[in-house]
């Protein structure tokens, strides 16, 4: 199975700050990445595909970059909205697999 | 819009079947092509247990689960459903349905019903 990473498992941040996410594929995944909003007792909220396609709807502060093993999700400005655990999944090849989550919370 | 609800039991005991259902309202389960099932265990992270094409009735499964794993569908009653045979506490999981694209993300979930394994 392909392995992803997140990190880091938490961030501390304030409204306003930039925020950036990384995510690791234990081999090349070309840019089959997709991103996911979770809050809690929530649906978890589709957000980016192949790696930097924004879902329609998304706030355009929300920005996914990388490909091969390295990824990045990117909130511009953090907004007061986007507190959450954000995921990353790969859809290159089955099982299909997620990173452990990295919550964004309040400073 | 499309909306996704599981339900099911909220408490098993070990070496029991899980049954849960995915209840699609909105839209035809037969809109879309791919349906899914997810979980994720107290403290841990999502793992995807398996999918199912409506129109077929193909269904693939996580080999770490195909062996205890069964995923239909329920066109009649716009749903699909998930069996999971001889649980032991380690299935103790959120569980979620989601919506797959033919790509295999997932555009749509539901909010996920908690199943816990306890004699």
């Known amino acids: 199975d392909i392995q992803m990473t997140q990190s880091p498992s938490t961030v501390s941040a304030s409204v306003g700050d930039r925020v950036t996410i990384t995510c690791r594929a234990s081999q090349s995944i070309s840019s089959w990445l997709a991103w996911y909003q979770h809050k809690p007792g929530k649906a978890p909220n589709f957000l980016v595909y192949r790696a930097s396609s924004l879902q329609s709807g998304v706030p355009s502060r929300f920005s996914g970059s990388g490909s091969g093993t390295e990824f990045t999700l990117t909130i511009s400005s953090l907004q007061p909205d986007d507190f959450a655990t954000y995921y990353c999944q790969q859809y290159a090849t089955s099982p299909w697999t997620f990173g452990q989550g990295t919550k964004v919370e309040i400073k | 819009q499309v909306q996704l609800q599981e339900s099911g039991p909220g408490l098993l005991k070990p070496s029991g079947t899980l049954s849960l259902t995915c209840a699609v309202s909105g839209d035809s389960i037969s809109s879309s092509t791919l349906w899914s099932w997810v979980r994720q265990p107290p403290g841990k992270g999502l793992e995807w247990i398996g999918e199912?094409?409506?129109?077929?009735?193909?269904?693939y499964y996580n080999p770490s689960l195909e062996s205890r794993v069964t995923i239909s569908v329920d066109k009649s009653r716009n749903q699909f459903s998930l069996k999971l045979t001889s649980v032991t506490a380690a299935d103790t999981a959120v569980y979620y349905c989601?919506?797959?694209?033919?790509?295999?993300?997932?555009?749509?979930w539901g909010r996920g019903t908690l199943v816990t394994v306890s004699s």
């Open positions: 989601a919506r797959a694209t033919l790509a295999r993300y997932f555009d749509l």
């Open positions: 199912i094409y409506q129109s077929s009735g193909s269904t």
